[in-house]
């Protein structure tokens, strides 16, 4: 009975929000069979399946925590329920995390399957070229939305620092106090010393921006009433 | 009483502009973004004094055009939907204003009102360089390198920004947008995939700064060509048609999914 | 102006039949249309204001042939529509989205219009706060400004779905009276599920059901059609039941009073009584659903 609200929440979510990781992993990996059809090195092709794992898949994740956060049509109604609204937050976000770890173990264990490598480490290290930036980007995703009362705007922050962090991925590889921001460490700097420490410090700010967003809403949860129109 | 094309449009030109002008998150997602640019290299702060000012302008134009149309982008996404999330078509569909001017309205105004933080953010950088070099031909400079360089790839922007979401679920539009940013500027053929971030569609502007600012576009060209003024014209054009084909497509099929209810 | 409605028929994707062959006259003054929820009053309205077309049928609104798309452009420039959810943008002052409306409505000229806003300010009692953003309006004062959007072009038609919903007692009232004035000189259609709103304004109305005409006519035509249909019954014992309709229970002292609709009083004290267009309304509507059982239990 208490998993009720899972059937009703993955209603919510449709078919579109369950298929969207996939999706993107098939993406990224029909680009990595193209580049190894162009004769790009299997080493480089696998960079784009982890690509979609760091790059895409987490990037989709904080937009889909932006809007869970505020694209409640029921928002006033529930604030008047019994179930706190952070509850119901915090389940979409673990549904949605949860679904995304699927995805993400999922595709580690493929690409070892028929070979490969996604980093130079144990199968369970590999697990945080995914978890790392997801926690980080839904973490972000969420705490910007409540920040800026404003999804579109969540995205546009989020959006900026994808390009940013893809365009001086140089920088942020070369410079020590950039680390533990350097979200696509695994696309851009795999076999760097600082990999497992960078992955630690980008779940430890998830955690952190993820644990900020339920107290801002334990505080005030009538903030998302009166959001941008 | 006249029911023009024209009027409508400036109506709902000047009010869109002041309703995304009022939002604070334009103002906030493109600062928090630009402070982010500002760590970047070719900022008009880190280039040496023997560097040609035209370079500088047409340099620091295509930094902030690399960076900040992902945050227009993202930003006018919403603008569509959202006179349907308010409940608005009911009331704007019974009046005698032609629906083309609202959506071309719609358009110009949030674009403009969007463009405004980039322009001030880039326009910070030239009132610099002005002063640094002690050259005020640096704002002139900077304007046209502005029209000719970010306008173009704005508008490009702006047009698919305002339109997708009439058939995208708003959030997959900016999903889509920032990976296709990446894809069609950023990336080079050298990676192996095929992609349009070396054509005349490149709305980050690398033909114009290469053609009118002279070997300022060769980083954006990906090392291509250094490009003549032609291409640099015959990009802005192509850029510019498309935003507009992009506008008369949306329209007829907004009009024809009207047609249908 | 007169509205000639001719075998109109709207159907929906999935085969849905909002409107089945309506055939209406609306004649100049306020004209009431009511129904209750589905009957497809709004999807009637909707195609009056040029927003739906019909899947078939004709509109005639005085001289001009609203089913052409020429027509329904010609209807707009004299209509004057306030939708049943009305939409305002939140970030606009109440002065600066009248403006905007306005503009749209093609009154170009800078003056002429501003004069035109702050007139109707002043009729909806809105000026104190026209400079204030729509988003911290109530309810009440967001139906104002709608009223006053639709006022703006001065229309020779004025459609109004559910304007009352969500006004108090004394803003409905203020309304209506607004209303009854405008429908002196111009075409009113006011759809509501409201019938005192009905009763105090409009003379002619119709009543729709289920996509059909069920009722074109006065109000008084349809309160003589109720008359010896209405009861009240006074009784300290249980609730009269049979083949009636409660429209009010009043608790007395001792006693409670009810006013019931049915054929038969059932009862042996029960009173007859006037009738009230509400109560003459819930009689057509159960002779209807009467009407369809017959037919139902005689295919059978």
Request: one cysteine or more.
């Amino acid at each position: 009975m208490k998993l009720d609200w899972l059937l009703y929440e993955l209603r919510r979510v449709g078919l579109v929000g369950l298929l969207t990781p996939v999706l993107i992993i098939l993406f990224f990996s029909s680009f990595g069979l193209l580049m190894r059809t162009n004769g790009v090195s299997p080493d480089r092709a696998t960079r784009a399946v982890v690509a979609g794992l760091e790059i895409g898949v987490a990037t989709a994740a904080g937009l889909i925590a932006a809007t869970i956060v505020t694209s409640d049509s029921l928002l006033e109604l529930h604030l008047s329920l019994m179930t706190r609204y952070r509850t119901t937050f915090a389940r979409r976000l673990a549904l949605m995390l949860g679904w995304t770890a699927l995805v993400g173990i999922g595709t580690t264990l493929v690409v070892r399957l028929i070979g490969h490598e996604l980093a130079p480490v144990s199968l369970l290290a590999q697990q945080l070229v995914w978890l790392a930036p997801l926690a980080c980007f839904t973490g972000v995703g969420a705490l910007l939305t409540l920040l800026l009362r404003s999804r579109t705007g969540a995205a546009a922050v989020l959006a900026g620092i994808w390009i940013i962090e893809t365009l001086l991925h140089e920088s942020f590889g070369a410079s020590s106090w950039l680390h533990p921001f350097f979200l696509f460490a695994t696309t851009y700097s795999a076999s760097e010393s600082f990999w497992l420490g960078n992955r630690l410090e980008l779940i430890a700010l998830g955690l952190l921006f993820g644990a900020l967003s339920l107290i801002w809403l334990k505080r005030n949860p009538s903030i998302l009433l009166g959001g941008e129109g | 009483m006249m029911h023009g094309i024209w009027p409508a449009l400036f109506g709902a030109t000047r009010y869109e502009f002041r309703m995304q002008l009022r939002r604070k998150s334009i103002w906030i997602a493109t600062f928090l973004t630009s402070l982010l640019v500002f760590t970047g290299l070719r900022n008009p702060w880190n280039f040496r004094h023997d560097t040609t000012l035209s370079v500088v302008v047409a340099q620091w134009a295509v930094v902030c055009n690399a960076f900040l149309p992902i945050v227009f982008g993202v930003l006018l996404a919403d603008r569509l939907p959202r006179d349907r999330r308010l409940h608005l078509p009911e009331l704007l569909d019974a009046l005698p204003a032609p629906s083309g001017s609202r959506l071309a309205g719609k358009y110009f105004g949030s674009a403009l009102a969007t463009a405004m933080p980039i322009f001030f953010i880039y326009f910070s950088g030239i009132i610099y360089s002005a002063f640094d070099r002690h050259d005020p031909v640096a704002i002139p400079l900077g304007l046209a390198a502005f029209l000719a360089i970010n306008v173009p790839g704005l508008l490009f922007v702006a047009a698919f920004s305002i339109v997708m979401p009439a058939i995208l679920w708003v959030p997959l539009y900016q999903f889509l947008f920032v990976g296709y940013w990446f894809w069609g500027n950023l990336l080079g053929p050298a990676y192996g995939i095929p992609t349009i971030s070396t054509t005349w569609l490149t709305p980050i502007g690398g033909f114009a700064a290469a053609g009118f600012f002279s070997q300022a576009g060769e980083i954006m060209t990906m090392g291509g060509d250094a490009g003549s003024v032609w291409q640099g014209a015959g990009s802005i054009a192509l850029l510019l048609a498309s935003a507009a084909l992009a506008l008369f497509i949306a329209q007829r099929y907004l009009t024809w999914q009207h047609a249908r209810q | 102006m007169q509205i000639e409605i001719e075998n109109l028929t709207k159907v929906y994707n999935r085969n849905v039949r909002a409107l089945d062959g309506i055939d209406l006259m609306i004649p100049n003054g306020m004209f009431g249309l009511l129904g209750p929820n589905g009957a497809g009053k709004t999807t009637l309205m909707r195609i009056l204001a040029g927003i739906l077309r019909p899947t078939l049928g004709a509109i005639r609104a005085g001289q001009i042939d609203g089913t052409t798309d020429a027509g329904r452009q010609a209807i707009k420039a004299i209509l004057g529509y306030l939708p049943q959810e009305l939409g305002l943008y939140p970030d606009l002052t109440a002065r600066e989205f009248l403006d905007y409306i306005g503009i749209l409505k093609g009154l170009n000229d800078r003056r002429a219009r501003a004069r035109r806003v702050d007139e109707l300010l002043e009729l909806v009692a809105l000026s104190d706060v026209a400079k204030r953003k729509l988003k911290t309006f109530s309810g009440g004062m967001k139906r104002r400004v709608g009223i006053a959007q639709a006022l703006l072009n001065d229309p020779r038609l004025l459609i109004v779905d559910e304007p009352t919903a969500g006004l108090d007692p004394e803003e409905r009232i203020r309304f209506r009276n607004l209303l009854s004035d405008l429908g002196g000189d111009r075409t009113v259609i006011l759809s509501t599920h409201i019938v005192e709103d009905i009763a105090q304004t409009c003379r002619n109305l119709a009543i729709l059901g289920k996509g059909k005409l069920l009722f074109e006519g006065t109000t008084a035509d349809l309160i003589d059609a109720a008359r010896g249909k209405v009861w009240t019954i006074t009784t300290d014992g249980p609730k009269p039941d049979g083949d009636l309709t409660v429209v009010s229970t009043l608790h007395l002292a001792h006693e409670t009073q009810y006013r019931v609709v049915g054929d038969t009083a059932f009862t042996a004290g029960a009173q007859p009584t006037d009738p009230s267009l509400e109560d003459s309304y819930i009689w057509l509507m159960r002779a209807t659903r009467a009407d369809v059982v017959a037919m139902t239990s005689l295919r059978s």
